[in-house]
Every structure is written in structure tokens, then in C-alpha cells.
């Protein structure tokens, strides 16, 4: 009689300790499909629509919460604040590296909030699964991997210069993905033009560039002649981005004033997609990646 009794309780329990599997397993799947999979969204139901026209301009919800620990805000959707706040609480900067041989892995290389600096390295073989050229227009001619983002970011960066064009705003991107062994040759150039110390202040030694995560692209305008320069932070197209990059969301990777944290000096030019709301975030609370994510 136990044992007639004992086999359905087991199968059902075998039955509910899969469904918790399955659940557990979905609700922390990489929120790049969930909240980010759409270009022109930021949380769950926050959306920038249609292609060549701006976003809504609402102010985002704070989605961070204070360095005393207490829970993050709450964001603007509510259908999908708990797995938001869960998203960011598992991409914070605490619990998302690894070390080996005493370097510091990133170990969430293609999601949107990837935190890649001098302390934290992608590893020599990342290549990011869904690299695609960007639809704009670039300050060369030809093909060039450095066209490639990943698709999500490749998609709000063509939104951004809709957007741009839209209000008489000029803009041409001028680097994206670079691999590994092309951030490694960049680097030892500068290294021994400048020194590798300086060199390090403004460009990365491999493993530690944004570019190789396929998020971030640099973007330049006539006005100083498609290079990339700290004056084109006062231009009247680096003002715009400046200004907008979060509504697509971007920003301002490496802002002035903010070189003792990021790293890096000063880089108007320098725009890195992390989803609309945390964009709109970290840009209302003059934010760097690094203090953003630290939050969680």
C-alpha cells in the first residue's frame, strides 16, 4: 500500500521540480532577448517606435537603487519590474566576473550591461554571436568589420541617426566591433607612438575595448572632420547626442570629468548601447557605467 502510495507522490514531485527548473531557467535567461531584443525597447512595454521617427520622450523610471543597499526603484513597466530588478541585480559588477591567473573574466559577455574596463577583460576568443553592419552611414568607404555591431545595438544606432537627421543633426560612424587581435594591434601602435602608459589613457589594451562586446561605436560629423576629438563634445552634433543618445539607448561611455572611474579620457564620440531604460537612467542620475551597475 506505500509503495502504490509513494510512486504518484514521486512522480509528481518529480513533475514540480521540473517545472521550478524550467521556470528558474526562463526567468534568467539573458534579458538581451527579453527586455532588449527589440531595438527600441527599454523595459518590458518602454518603446522608441518607428524607424526614422524620435521616441517617445517621457522621462524613464529611476530603475536604481541607493548605495545604502536598499531595493532597486521600481521601473516604468510594471508587468515586468521584478524580472527587470532581477535582470539587474545578476549583471551587477560584484557578480559577474571570474578570475584566472589573476585577470578578472567578465562572465556575462553578451549581455547589454557587459561592464568591460581596465579591471574587467572579455576573453581573447570572444566574438559576439550576432554581429551585422550597421544601417548608416559610415565616414569611409568599402566593407570593414568595424561597420559591425550586434544586432540589437546596430538597430537603435540606425534609429539614432534617423533621429539625428530628423532634427537637421549630421552623423557618421566611424568605429565599432573590433576583434581582439585588431584591438591589440591598435594598442601596440599608440604604445609606441605615445608610451604605453599614455596610450592607456585613452585607448585599451586588448581584451579591456567596449568594441570588442559589439556595443559600442564611435561617432564623428563634419564639423571636425569625421575624426574623434574632445571638441566634439561643443559641436552642434556631439550637443545632440549628448542630449539624446538615451532615448535609443546610448550613451556617453566615458564622460568628462569621469576619467578616475571609467579609466579613459574624455570621449564624446564614444557611444555604447546598454537598452533605453538603463540609458535614460544612468543619463538622469550623471552616471558612469561602472557607479551604475555597482548599485545592484
Do not use: C
Amino acid at each position: 500500500m506505500r509503495k502504490t502510495v509513494l510512486i504518484p507522490v514521486v512522480v509528481l514531485g518529480l513533475a514540480l521540480g521540473t517545472a521550478v527548473i524550467a521556470t528558474r531557467t526562463t526567468y534568467l535567461q539573458p534579458a538581451y532577448d527579453r527586455f532588449f531584443g527589440d531595438a527600441t525597447a527599454g523595459s518590458a512595454g518602454e518603446a522608441a517606435s518607428g524607424s526614422g521617427t524620435k521616441p517617445n520622450g517621457g522621462a524613464g523610471q529611476t530603475a536604481g537603487a541607493p548605495a545604502n543597499g536598499n531595493p532597486p526603484t521600481q521601473p516604468a513597466s510594471i508587468a515586468g519590474r521584478s524580472e527587470f530588478q532581477q535582470f539587474l541585480y545578476d549583471n551587477a559588477a560584484s557578480r559577474t566576473t571570474v578570475t584566472r591567473g589573476g585577470t578578472a573574466f567578465v562572465t556575462n559577455p553578451t549581455s547589454v550591461l557587459v561592464l568591460v574596463n581596465k579591471k574587467r577583460e572579455l576573453d581573447p576568443g570572444y566574438v559576439p554571436p550576432d554581429l551585422v553592419k550597421a544601417p548608416v552611414e559610415f565616414s569611409f568607404s568599402g566593407d570593414n568589420p568595424k561597420q559591425q555591431m550586434r544586432k540589437v545595438a546596430a538597430e537603435a544606432l540606425g534609429k539614432l541617426f534617423a533621429g539625428a537627421k530628423q532634427d537637421g543633426v549630421e552623423l557618421k560612424a566611424v568605429s565599432g566591433y573590433r576583434s581582439y587581435a585588431s584591438q591589440k594591434s591598435i594598442f601596440n601602435a599608440y604604445a609606441k607612438t605615445h608610451g604605453e602608459e599614455e596610450a592607456n589613457t585613452f585607448s585599451a589594451h586588448p581584451g579591456q575595448s567596449e568594441h570588442q562586446t559589439g556595443l559600442a561605436m564611435d561617432v564623428s560629423s563634419a564639423s571636425v572632420h569625421y575624426g574623434l576629438e574632445e571638441s566634439y563634445g561643443e559641436t552642434k552634433e556631439g550637443k545632440w547626442l549628448k542630449e539624446h543618445a538615451a532615448e535609443y539607448g546610448f550613451i556617453i561611455r566615458f564622460e568628462q570629468g569621469k576619467e578616475q572611474e571609467t579609466g579613459y579620457m574624455y570621449e564624446p564620440w564614444h557611444v555604447r548601447y546598454v537598452g533605453v531604460s538603463v540609458a535614460k537612467d544612468i543619463h538622469k542620475l550623471g552616471l558612469t557605467l561602472e557607479a551604475y551597475l555597482a548599485r545592484f
